[in-house]
Structures are given as C-alpha cells and as structure tokens.
C-alpha cells in the first residue's frame, strides 16, 4: 500500500515591525500553509505577502482563526461562549478568503489555532460552533482538528471533509491530547526524535505518550511549527525521511 501525508505548517505570525517564524525558508518543505488571520498574529499585509509566496511555492491556503490575544499569542485560555467562537471563526476564515481571491487564490482548509484548537478537542460545544462556522462560509472547505479528537468526530459528523492532523513537534498525553506548552517536555527539539515519531504515526497508526503508552491516531496531514528554532532544519530532516521511507507528500486532495 502507498503510504502519503500532507505536510502543514502555521505561518504569516509576523506583526507590524515585529518577524516570526521563517515562512519563506519553510515554503519549499511544505504542501500546506495555515496562515494567521489577524486576530492571535499576522496583519493585513502579512496576510496578503504570506498568501503570495504560498502561490508561488504552489502550497494550499489554509485560514488558521485564533482567540483576539495578540499579546498572548493565541496560547492562552479564554472562557469564550461558542457564540463567540462561531464568530470569530467566520470573521477570520472570511478575511483571509478575501485575500486570497485578491492574490488569483483561494482558500483550501481551516485549521484553528493554539488555545482555541486545544479547547475546541475536548470541548464539544466549542467544536461544533467551529465546525459551524466553517460550513457556513465555505462547506468544501477541508478541515484539519487533532487527530481521533472530538472536534475532528463533530466537523465529519456535520459533513466536513476532516484531516487528521499529528504533529512532528509535539508530545501526547494518554488521553490524545497535545502535552501543554507549560510543561517543560512539551515540544520536541530533535529532529531524530521527531522523525522516529512521524514515521510511527503514519506507518504504524500509533504515538507514543509521555506516560509511555501508544495511543491510536490516524496521520491525514503533518504540522511542524514555523516559530519553533530550527523549523527549516525540522522540515528539511523529515522531508529527507519521507523521501527514504517511500511516503509521498502531497496536498488533501490531490
């Protein structure tokens, strides 16, 4: 059997005079982009010179939504009614498909962002106001949730086309969630250890945990955070991976 990922990354976090990330280094690496919207990171002009070069390097555009914490970055919790998250949602996913259509593109997927995705995967109010908020602007919209997650159950459940989405950089919990940024182990820094990590999930189905269990995921598409240091050496490392390994990278879809 064939075996193919999608490989994401969040970009466009730049804001005003201040750089995040290495968007345009990454871009070779990568076959889908989710590009902030404004509200956690990014501005109208990194929106629109991030959905640029993702055209150029033919990546998927993906409207990455957060909670309004630019000082935060996104990351923190916020107790916000899934009416609010309903609108949040809609506001960000449809800027970022105006800018799109201004730069000859158009939108791909939705991937929220920091606090609200991690709230949204076990929160089942807050995961069907996202999901609603995505079939409402766009229904052909792919949405990437947390792989075997509650929000990824409820946007199929409401007849999105879902992405299971694992990360490269990331540890688990026992639980399937994302180990918290608070927490010294929370990211993985080795790129031996990410690859280890990527190719068991998607040729094995399986993660290991902090707690030293496996638990189930289904890999559809990959995330490498594009703030993290050494990003491009990450991209760079598992692209080389998937290439020995015989896994083709590609875009949902394609």
Known sequence: MSLSID??????????AWKMGQDEEILPFVTSAN???????GDPAVMRHTVAAAIRHGVALGAHPGLPDLAGFGR?????????????????????????ASQG??????????????MAAKNHELAEAIAKAVRDVDSTLVFYALASSVQARIAKEMGLTVAQEVFADRTYQSD????????????IVDPAASIRQV???????????????????SADTLCIHGDQAGAVV???????????????????GS
């Not at 490989?7 to 804001?15: K, Y």
């Not at 590009?35 to 990171?41: N, S, V």
């Not at 180990?179 to 990211?187: D, E, V």
């Not at 998607?202 to 496996?214: A, F, L, P, S």
Request: net charge neutral; with cysteine; aromatic share 4%.
């Open 35 to 41: 590009i902030a919207c404004g509200f956690h990171a």
């Open 105 to 118: 593109g158009r939108l791909h997927h939705v991937k929220a962002h920091g606090a609200l995705y991690n």
């Open 199 to 217: 190719l068991r999930m998607i040729k094995e189905g399986k993660v290991g945990t902090v707690q030293g269990e496996d638990v189930a995921v």
């Open 234 to 252: 990450f991209a760079q490392a598992i692209r080389q991976a998937l290439k020995d390994e015989n896994i083709s990278v590609r875009k949902i």
């Open 76 to 100: 923190r919790t916020m107790d916000i009614s899934p009416e609010d998250a309903y609108d949040l949602v809609v506001v960000q996913v449809g800027a970022l498909a105006g800018v799109a």
């Open 7 to 16: 490989l994401n990354c969040d970009m466009g976090e730049s804001f005003g």
């Open 176 to 187: 399937g969630s994302l180990t918290s940024r608070k927490q010294p182990n929370a990211m």
